[in-house]
């Protein structure tokens, strides 16, 4: 079946640093979503993406949707302690199902 | 924007007994709820896709006879656990697919924490 690929596993930045998760599909996506979850919490929706290249930003977020609809990647600039957390992608499917990637966990030195 | 709950948010039960998640659509219908599982620090698994008026799909591995999934209502889907062991212990989260939004429109509640002693 698909799988969604997500790396680093977990990365520690001081405060400030630039932080990037990668994201790879074995099959190519309907679309991605990406996710922010912290400790304890529940998945918060951060955005989608739908259209091949596309990239939108949020603020310091940068998400971007590679031309092949198979790959992701969410960039912070100058991390802040609040950015603590795990971030998934999670790509749609031909079935309209979410499969989430296994999550980056992103952890900030003040 | 649209809101979904889960009740309760957290449960205690002892091994063998059956426990009732639900989930709940508030401001908007949803023909299609989903529920996941995550335990400690990994991600979120599908367990299954609930379908209005129909039967449960359950992803491969996930048994439909240990967690039984009934959707009655565009706005609730019920997840039972049954015969539960610590195994079982786990988060549960369910989301829900606004029956009149595109792409974009699935919803995800704040989840169950499941501890089964």
């Known amino acids: 079946g698909q799988q969604v690929m997500q790396i680093p596993q977990y990365q520690h930045v001081q405060e400030g640093e630039d932080f990037t998760t990668y994201c790879n599909s074995s099959?190519?996506?309907?679309?991605i979503q990406w996710y922010k979850q912290r400790p304890g919490g529940h998945p918060v929706f951060l955005i989608q993406?739908?259209?091949?290249?596309e990239v939108k930003k949020q603020k310091r977020l940068t998400f971007q949707f590679g031309e092949a609809k198979k790959n992701s990647s969410l960039h912070i600039t100058a991390t802040q302690t609040t950015d603590v957390g795990t971030y998934f992608c999670?790509?749609?499917?031909?079935?309209?199902?979410?499969?989430f990637g296994s999550g980056t966990r992103l952890l900030v030195r003040p | 924007g649209a809101v979904v709950s889960q009740h309760p948010s957290r449960v205690i039960c002892k091994s063998g007994t059956s426990v009732k998640i639900e989930c709940r659509s508030l401001?908007?219908?949803?023909?299609?709820m989903f529920w996941y599982r995550q335990f400690p620090k990994q991600s979120l698994m599908l367990m299954a896709t609930?379908?209005?008026?129909?039967?449960?799909?359950?992803e491969q591995g996930v048994e439909k006879d240990k967690f039984l999934i009934n959707h009655a209502s565009l706005t609730l889907s019920t997840l039972t656990v049954t015969s539960a062991h610590p195994e079982d212990s786990s988060f549960y989260i369910c989301?829900?697919?606004?029956?009149?939004?595109?792409?974009?429109?699935?919803?995800f509640g704040p989840g169950t924490r499941l501890t089964v002693t």
């Open positions: 993406l739908v259209k091949s290249g």
């Open positions: 099959t190519t996506l309907s679309n």
């Open positions: 999670a790509g749609m499917d031909s079935s309209y199902k979410l499969i």
């Open positions: 989301s829900a697919r606004d029956s009149e939004g595109g792409w974009r429109e699935q919803y």
């Open positions: 609930s379908n209005e008026g129909s039967k449960a799909t359950y």
């Open positions: 401001d908007f219908q949803a023909t299609t």
